[in-house]
């Protein structure tokens, strides 16, 4: 998934702010957005930490690098 993409799917997570939408990819993250926070977050399934992002950027960017991990070799 590209940059564009993921941030497209926060933008439609704030759009729907008055439903409850919960992307989830199993075994690697959960991603909501939280109305009353109104903040992005985002729940590393393998270990439960959950990381807060109060914008698309960040939030985006977060989410780029989870799902596009950079390897030793691209470096």
Do not use: W
């Amino acid at each position: 998934m590209n940059i564009t993409e993921i941030k497209e799917m926060l933008r439609t997570l704030i759009e729907y702010e008055d439903s409850t939408i919960t992307h989830t990819i199993p075994n690697l993250i959960e991603l909501l957005y939280c109305k009353a926070s109104q903040t992005f977050q985002i729940n590393l399934l393998p270990d439960g930490k959950i990381f807060t992002y109060y914008d698309i950027d960040t939030a985006g960017d977060a989410l780029y690098l989870i799902l596009n991990p950079v390897k030793e070799k691209d470096l």
